[in-house]
């Protein structure tokens, strides 16, 4: 059905580069073509065992490669053409895409009349995951090429390559019914006779079917019959593309809305879309945001918290007001979760795939993290300190429950590198789901999250196993800086992999200028507020 690994291989290729998990190249057929004819070119990656790149569509998680070429005057290159892909499962989040080689290919077309040798170049951008974590990467790769006036011979593995890009096919129209949240797909018999389903079978957007669970065949006497739960993002749809492949020709197919297309008799009732309860979902949600409190990223932010109550845990008439302090940091917690849930939601109505850390996808907002964490840091090795909870009131109650509310955002933006257990099994089920679901269960991992600080305000009796106060929690406070300048380090590992080092080199300096700005403000007792 798909590409193997191909070896010893007689094409033309660039200088491989290899990065963290894949190694990239551009490939061609050969190291000619004929003169002022189309070629094709491929970006080719081998990837590491266990990792994985993606389709055009990346299904409920993940996206495409981008390429930018930078071609020879007259040269023009195609968009990309994709294989055949692979289907991927983990837990509820359902992706497509390429393990071991995969080959993203690109029609080029030369200026006419050239004979030059001639320099192509891409900077190729893509993502990589594997069953824990996804890592976006990159390379600037290189491919000589020169024209002759015959044709070159033609690498047969490479043709293989090209063989296996479905082809448009308009001949035999396929038809599609919704009845009753399912989608009803008749592949007409002109377009496949065998007594075989389909091999292999990709939606090409989420406008139509649920990736999950997989599209089901039924033999009819007009051909074979699909059916597929109806995504949740369906709005009256009047055409369904996808790739199919029949026996062992891969076609890219559009079929056409039909009232009148009948369901097969054994149609009587529509696959469960749900594998998991919701309510499982909530629990499972609420429980991951317990647990993301106990993440290195996230630690350092509710120690903090929890500082403020070990310093006044014998004062009584401190008890209300750290329970306001933790309404508020609660709030802020609900709030930043239901926004980001609010933005997921607006960009699957755009046709975008997207998952949690998908701002990690954007360098500005990785460049943005990486300083955050960095401030983080120096604040709790003493650089400078921001307003924290207080249990006085008085006139700067409203300050302090502001500044309460805002260091649950924070929390919620320093979470964003991290994934606790049990929070893949609810979101992967959220992101198949409508949207009152989705805010259901991004709130109750918010309410996890703001748990047990919640809990220690509001429960004097838990205030039994807290520790006394001491010198040692300036120690401990300051030690809670280290696994924040270690998330830093990491954010900017993915930020040069995605950027670039001169995005690089421009963060370090705007830190150095930062810490200077900083110790100049330390020295005159200056606090940030």
Sequence with gaps: ML???LHAQAWHSGTAQRTDHSTAQLITSSATYEQSQPFWVALHLDLDEGWHSYWHYAGDSGFAP??????PKGYKASAIHYPLPHRYELSELITYGYSDDAYYLVRITPPQGTTDVDHLKVRAEWLVCNAEQCVPESAELTLDVAARTIPPTTDADFTKIIASIPKPHNDALPRFRVIHQEVILQLPPSLYDARTPPTAFFPSDDSVISNHPAITWIETKEGWQGRAPLSKTAKQPQHFPFVVQLGNTPLELSAQHDDQLTPAPTATSAPTVDSLPWIIAVLLAFGGGTLLNFMPCVLPILSLKIF???KHQHDPNARRESIRHALAYTGGVVASFLIIA?????LRSAGHALGWG????????IALLAWVMLMVGWNLSGLFHLPSITLSGGSSATSSYRASAMTGLLAVVVATPCTAPLMAPALGFALTQSPFIVLIIFTALALGMAAPFMLISTIPALGRFLPKSGAWMQRFKEFLAFPMYATSAWLLWV?????GLDALALWLALAILSAFWLWLGHGKNHPIR
């Design 3 to 5: 590409l193997l690994p």
């Design 66 to 71: 981008t390429l930018h070429w930078t071609l």
């Design 308 to 310: 403020s109550l070990i």
């Design 342 to 346: 609010a933005t997921l939601l607006a």
């Design 358 to 365: 998908f701002q990690l996808q954007h360098p500005l907002f």
């Design 495 to 499: 930020l040069a992999r995605q950027a």
